[in-house]
């Protein structure tokens, strides 16, 4: 009976050991160290997990190799069974090990995708998985860092907040040869209040009253958000009583209601007033006084010019040297002093300067009696003025109060724009003086030209006369009709300058 064999069977004695390594290796996934490949998860330990990709031996990936997130538990990265890719890192370490990297396999896989998102200038989103002391790191596939001062429009006092959250943030620099990815949230941000501000804009009105939030308080004024853009509270605007600080009248986080008083669009500037809200309780208490009223008042400071006299806790007015009295007076001190009652005539107002003039002899005349004179007093002996002390006189001549003087709000206006339109200005002064610069150097040149076109001229003339000189003299008229010759060629040219 013949013996009949299986052909699927192999016959290793029929096999040479060249023949079999081969047959082995044709089993084997073909690949070098920096190359990706596919494999299934078949162990996950506490240090390292197993992978298979079907070499002779699985290998291994260790936990720092897992994910960019620093001391990640493996079994909360990867599962069993689940497929991954890694890069090869050693095909053999001194273990005899296949060492594999997840983390830099996604690293490659994310760079190529966030260098594209920054070349088309298109955001990422990441999660913030450190808070280190320059700002923040986000895993955005890689470990992408976000400094501190481009997390918000201003900067953050306490990063930790943002631990744990999801942000969005554009790449404003790469670096493939340093691994740096750099991130902006700000950029973001300030493009989304661009829009906000135009927006916001287009809608205000002068007089519109808006509620808002204090963002920020400066010793001259108050900041506003107004829902996308911030409004200046200038400090006379604050409240109609003086104030020293804004710090007196608002507090950073406070609602407030305020009232448009101009809008700037070329300058996207928005001046608001909070006092404007509110009654005037100067205005309503002026109306306590009419024109030629005599009231009682308390002297609150005496200056070479006159006293000044408050009516009420609020309204002060001013009694010029000229109506102290019906006698002519060197000084106030002649007839008040500082704490002195007297009784005054209210002589003008003005509410929108508030301003009130006052006569001490008026009221004095009305009710028929006399004003003590201290005709004893001698005026100090003081130094020359200062211009400034002499400006301060001629102002307050003209009525104004010193509380005046310092809430006036067209003052205060123009001081701020001084200052806000001051690198504005100097811009514009050194365009103009590039110009003047350009211009005079144009002019100059045009001069060493026409120089150069007249000195052939002169130098004729100059020739002509030596020549005439060394020529015989024969009579004294030839000599000086030559010169008179040459010269007479000089100065028609000179006429056409």
């Known amino acids: 009976m013949t013996e009949i064999k299986n052909t699927s069977v192999i016959d290793f004695e029929d096999i040479s050991d060249e023949q079999m390594n081969q047959m082995i290796d044709g089993t084997l996934t073909d690949f070098d160290e920096g190359d990706l490949v596919d494999g299934i998860v078949v162990k996950i330990e506490h240090d390292e997990v197993l992978v298979d990709i079907g070499f002779k031996s699985e290998g291994v990936i260790p936990s720092r190799e897992l994910s960019i997130r620093k001391d990640a538990d493996p079994s909360e990265i990867v599962s069993l069974g689940e497929k991954i890719e890694a890069l090869v890192l050693q095909k053999e370490d001194k273990d005899g090990r296949l060492i594999l990297s997840k983390k830099r396999a996604e690293y490659e896989r994310a760079w190529i995708q966030v260098e594209d998102k920054f070349k088309a200038g298109e955001m990422v989103v990441g999660e913030v998985i450190e808070v280190v002391k320059g700002g923040l790191i986000l895993d955005i596939g890689l470990r992408g860092f976000l400094p501190a001062s481009l997390v918000d429009l201003r900067r953050v006092k306490d990063l930790d907040m943002y631990m744990g959250t999801e942000v969005e943030a554009r790449v404003i620099e790469m670096d493939r040869n340093r691994n740096n990815v750099v991130l902006s949230r700000r950029v973001l941000l300030e493009e989304g209040r661009k829009n906000e501000r135009a927006e916001v804009l287009e809608k205000l009105t002068k007089g519109m009253r808006l509620r808002g939030s204090v963002s920020s308080i400066v010793d001259f004024g108050a900041f506003v958000d107004l829902g996308g853009i911030d409004g200046l509270v200038h400090i006379s605007e604050l409240s109609w009583n003086h104030v020293n600080h804004p710090s007196e009248v608002v507090k950073v986080g406070d609602e407030v209601d305020v009232e448009v008083l101009d809008v700037d669009l070329s300058r996207e500037r928005i001046s608001l007033g909070l006092k404007q809200t509110t ?184 020739e002509a006369v030596e020549e005439a000189a060394e020529k015989p003299k024969k009579t004294t008229k030839t000599v000086k009709a030559k010169k008179e010759e040459a010269e007479a060629e000089v100065e028609p040219e000179a006429a056409a300058e």
Do not use: C
């Not at 024109?291 to 002060?316: Q, Y």
């Not at 004179?373 to 006189?393: G, L, N, Q, R, T």
């Open 279 to 462: 009654e005037d309780p100067w205005v309503s208490l002026v109306s306590s006084y009419p024109l030629g009223t005599i009231v009682d008042g308390k002297v609150t400071k005496t200056v070479p010019f006159g006293a000044f006299i408050e009516l009420s806790d609020s309204i002060e007015g001013l009694v010029h040297i000229s109506e102290m009295s019906l006698r002519h007076i060197d000084s106030p001190a002649q007839v008040v002093h500082v704490g002195d009652e007297v009784k005054v005539k209210v002589m003008e107002i003005n509410p929108e300067r508030r301003r009130i003039s006052l006569s001490m002899k008026s009221a004095a005349e009305d009710l028929g009696i006399d004003i003590p004179i201290d005709e004893s007093y001698v005026p100090e002996e003081k130094p020359a003025k200062k211009k400034a002390d002499v400006k301060d006189e001629e102002v307050a001549e003209e009525g104004v109060t010193d509380a005046a003087v310092e809430e006036t709000p067209e003052a205060a206006t123009e001081v701020e724009e001084v200052v806000t339109e001051a690198a504005e200005t100097a811009e514009e002064v050194a365009e103009e003086v590039e110009a003047a610069v350009e211009e005079i150097a144009a002019e100059a040149e045009a001069a060493e030209e026409v120089a150069a076109e007249e000195a052939p001229a002169e130098e004729a003339a100059a």
